[in-house]
């Protein structure tokens, strides 16, 4: 029997202590997010080595076509920001749980086709397919976390699962390249449909959209996370807001949303434009071999694991979001830079390393600034325009880094390109560091 006052149960011995720390149901939550956008991002970069495999590319019939072979990543991101910004907002209605495993549904199905596929068009319909999935998967992320953690964790647990953006890069190169070579370019596919069913499994059966529904989450936990967001939700509770779009109404006329949002297409350009193009620049500009640059394409990707981390947690403690972004691309401005102009091959390698994992100082702060100003009722739709005007703008960067390269006649003028977003991207951030955020 519990004394509802002590916390103390009597057992017919001892008198036992009943009182119960935290659970830590949020964690594993964040855990489950970052093997999602892991597995998310295996299946983005899939097409990058089957651009350099020739039995895709013969098969396909776009073999020495370098245009058509853009297509696959270029669709692919025009129908993930599409659906980011018109698709988003049914995960406010359906909720984050039921929305991310749509759309992981979506990806099986998009996989099942490319893996079958015997003509270049069912392969571009597949990536459509694959985008539009992706892009209403992704703001659910946002909204999980917004739901799940008080504002003074959140920079740390968006760091966690923003680690998969980092992580999927510098793991799918070697792991294609091995499927690829020993079982086909079939197989690449199939095996990203068995993988998508672990985080279907574990969105399905481990989460819920909020603590209070969860069976694990005891009540220490939850007045832990209650407690955090209470100020947030009297403040949200005082605007009134009754709708879907009045609540999306005070985002969007805020200036502010759209400072985030130029910062995160600078940075979404600056992230696609180099992984489309950095082992071309280090392999023709540079001069490395194969198995060279396949190194050191990896290694940007594997420090900004660091960069994550580090900073995400120091974003917490300081309580400062806006400094760290505009410090993020200030570094990815400099290494892209001086590494353009480095004499020699290594040190040039090694600064554009540097000022591309610095993109990671910045990725936690800008969505936890993202869930501070969007209202909780509209974060999905929030995420997903962020999002979606990013990387539906960042998809014609590797284009224009190839105009610029053209024009120039040289790497170093697609690279400066890339220099200037990053200091338009400071600028926004600066601007909102002088208030405070």
């Not at 519990?2 to 949020?26: H, I, L, W, Y």
């Not at 997010?33 to 299946?43: E, G, K, S």
């Not at 489309?276 to 280090?282: E, G, I, N, T």
């Not at 940007?300 to 403690?317: M, N, R, T």
Request: proline share 4%; glycine share 10%.
């Amino acid at each position: 029997m519990e004394n509802a006052n002590t916390g103390v149960t009597k057992t017919g011995g001892p008198m036992v202590d009943t009182e119960m720390k935290p659970t830590s149901q949020r964690y594993v939550l964040v855990f489950i997010l970052l093997i999602t956008l892991l597995v998310a991002y295996l299946d983005r970069v899939n097409v990058s080595v089957l651009a350099a495999d020739n039995a895709f590319l013969t098969e396909m019939g776009i073999k020495g076509q370098p245009i058509q072979m853009g297509m696959l990543m270029t669709l692919f991101l025009i129908a993930y920001g599409f659906s980011n910004v018109l698709l988003s907002p049914l995960g406010d209605i359906l909720g984050p749980r039921k929305a991310m495993s749509l759309s992981i549904v979506l990806w099986g199905v998009s996989l099942l086709i490319g893996g079958v596929a015997v003509s270049f068009s069912t392969m571009l319909v597949a990536r459509v397919i694959l985008g539009l999935g992706e892009g209403m998967h992704w703001p659910m992320q946002s909204s999980f976390v917004k739901n799940w953690f008080p504002p003074h964790e959140r920079g740390k647990a968006n760091a966690v699962w923003i680690i998969g953006l980092m992580v999927g890069p510098a793991i799918a190169m070697p792991f294609f390249t091995w499927i690829v070579q020993d079982f086909g370019w079939r197989a690449s596919f199939f095996v990203l449909v068995a993988l998508g069913l672990i985080p279907l499994i574990l969105l399905w059966f481990r989460t819920t959209d909020y603590p209070k529904q969860h069976k694990l989450v005891n009540q220490a936990e939850r007045d832990l996370i209650e407690e955090g967001q209470r100020s947030e939700k009297e403040a949200e509770a005082q605007a009134k807001n009754t709708t879907l779009w009045d609540n999306m109404k005070v985002f969007i006329f805020n200036y502010r949303f759209w400072l985030i949002t130029i910062f995160y297409f600078c940075l979404a350009s600056i992230f696609w434009g180099t992984m489309a193009w950095l082992p071309s620049y280090l392999k023709v500009a540079r001069g490395f071999s194969w198995v060279a640059m396949g190194a050191w394409s990896s290694l940007p990707y594997v420090l900004g694991v660091a960069s994550v981390i580090i900073f995400g947690y120091l974003s917490d403690k300081i309580g400062r979001r806006a400094p760290l972004c505009a410090i993020s691309m200030l570094g990815a401005s400099a290494g892209i830079y001086f590494g353009a102009h480095a004499p020699d091959n290594t040190t040039a390698a090694i600064l554009i390393s540097l000022g591309i994992a610095s993109i990671g100082i910045g990725l936690p702060s800008v969505w936890t600034l993202l869930q501070q100003i969007v209202p909780g009722k509209a974060i999905g739709a929030g995420a997903g325009m962020m999002n979606g005007i990013s990387n539906g703008g960042s998809a014609f960067s590797p284009v224009l880094i190839g105009f610029f390269i053209s024009v120039t006649g040289s790497y170093v003028g697609g690279l400066m390109f890339l220099v200037g977003l990053g200091l338009i991207a400071s600028v926004c951030m600066i601007i909102l560091s002088v208030q405070k955020y």
